[in-house]
């Protein structure tokens, strides 16, 4: 039963248009959304988060919007680098006490290209 | 600044071998912490976490267990391993009673 999904496993992009990545959730309990950026080998990057109360939050080239009646959030990424190239897993969090457990989507690789 | 370090970087074990992988974390005091785990091909699935010295919580129940002898310090360890073990582990971190986690640099774990 996967939570979190990310139903586009890939993404090709020309330099200088938009990326929008999407994710879709059924746990209504979620109230913190998270984009990481992860390159091979290495670990995943915070990106941008979004919490439950708010539909829009930007940071530079990167928004996350999130629709909860629809549960589906999006990353928009404009304009799009070739180094944007990675694979990008949303994440949503459900709060335990003091603690924050995350469950990931399975991952969309974008590539911008030239 | 805080930092989170993994080690080791990689590591091939043969199946029924002991495994201790280490995690800790700098510039913090009291964080949570986070053991996860990607297969091949697929996202993170969290395995353990912990609020505190000796406090771990399990997620999924499996061949491996966590402990957290000191405030920054989080091993994840296994008495044998078995080749679906492979993956790479991810260890994070949180401040107290906020969401965002932050991801050290990862273990790569071949079992043979």
């Known amino acids: 039963d996967q939570q979190v999904k990310q139903n586009s496993p890939s993404l090709s992009v020309q330099e200088g248009r938009i990326s929008i990545l999407n994710c879709d959730y059924t746990?209504?309990?979620?109230?913190?959304f998270l984009w990481y950026k992860k390159y091979p080998a290495e670990g995943p990057t915070f990106l941008i988060s979004i919490s439950s109360i708010k539909d829009k939050n930007e940071d530079g080239r990167f928004t996350v919007f999130l629709n909860k009646s629809a549960k589906h959030l999006s990353l928009h990424i404009v304009p799009s680098q070739p180094g944007d190239s990675a694979v990008y897993f949303c994440?949503?969090?459900?709060?335990?006490?003091?603690?924050?457990?995350?469950?990931f989507g399975t991952g969309t690789r974008l590539q911008v290209t030239l | 600044s805080q930092t989170i370090h993994q080690w080791p970087a990689t590591l091939v074990q043969p199946v029924g071998s002991p495994l201790s992988l280490e995690c800790t974390v700098e510039?913090?005091?009291?964080?949570?912490l986070y053991w996860y785990r990607q297969a091949a091909g697929r996202g993170l699935q969290l395995l353990f976490y912990s609020v505190g010295i000796g406090q771990i919580s399990s997620e999924v129940p499996q061949n491996l267990s966590a402990s957290r002898p000191q405030d920054r310090q989080f091993i994840l360890s296994s008495k044998k391993l078995l080749l679906s073990d492979s993956g790479f582990y991810l260890c994070a971190w949180t401040k107290e009673s906020t969401d965002t986690q932050y991801f050290g640099p990862g273990t790569r774990l071949t079992v043979l």
């Open positions: 746990n209504s309990m979620f109230d913190y």
């Open positions: 994440a949503a969090s459900e709060r335990y006490g003091t603690a924050s457990k995350l469950t």
């Open positions: 510039g913090t005091s009291n964080p949570n």
